[in-house]
């Protein structure tokens, strides 16, 4: 069991990490500009069942054995860089206007949802950061260490619910405004396609 000094420190930690800019939370700010605050919030939804699963690998040691494997992260990292690039492709060919910003704002919330989980599985570095975090918090002398693990994984997800819920809020005020300007919306979408492409390449020229 967590102690109450470690819990508290650990969940700072988080959201200090939630706000730092990173391919994350500049994914959340883009997707919630360009298709408005409710598929952003299924976005960041998306990504916090993703951190589930890598909570849950860690607890039972699977992600250890992945992290073992560099052809595991080869593959896992060159089909997150695809799926982004994909992303920018969407978004870059996107048409504009008040009819076309309000069909992609009733975009399928599920997708939206699938989104988050693909973005967060298919990053092999979000594994390691895991790895390389949680177990500094968790005290064998305290009890069962994947039982600390869980708690430590869900204090990060609590953390990041409501930093990447913050930015999603306020990402979602410039989405609004967008629907007035065809121009903005040309200008939002170029820079979203040029953020997903950077988080691409960034993502396909990582090691390990």
Not at 48 to 60: D, N, Q
């Amino acid at each position: 069991m967590l102690t109450l000094q470690t819990a508290i420190t650990f969940f700072g930690l988080a959201l200090l990490l939630g706000f730092t800019p990173g391919p994350d939370n500049v994914f959340v700010l883009m997707q919630s500009a360009t298709q408005g605050r409710r598929a952003g919030f299924f976005v960041v939804l998306g990504l916090c069942i993703g951190l589930l699963v890598h909570t849950a690998a860690i607890a039972l040691g699977l992600a250890a054995v992945f992290a073992a494997s560099a052809l595991a992260f080869t593959v896992l990292k060159f089909v997150g860089a695809a799926y982004l690039a994909y992303l920018a492709w969407q978004v870059l060919r996107a048409p504009v206007g008040p009819l076309a910003f309000e069909a992609r704002g009733r975009s399928s919330m599920r997708a939206m949802l699938g989104r988050g989980v693909v973005m967060n599985l298919s990053n092999p570095k979000v594994v390691f950061f895991f790895l390389a975090l949680l177990p500094q918090f968790v005290d064998a002398s305290r009890g069962p260490v994947a039982w600390q693990i869980v708690q430590l994984g869900l204090l990060f997800i609590a953390a990041t619910l409501l930093s990447f819920g913050a930015i999603t809020y306020f990402a979602g005020t410039v989405s609004a405004l967008l629907k007035r300007s065809t121009r903005a919306q040309q200008a939002l979408n170029r820079l979203a396609g040029t953020v997903f492409l950077g988080l691409a390449l960034r993502l396909a020229l990582s090691e390990r």
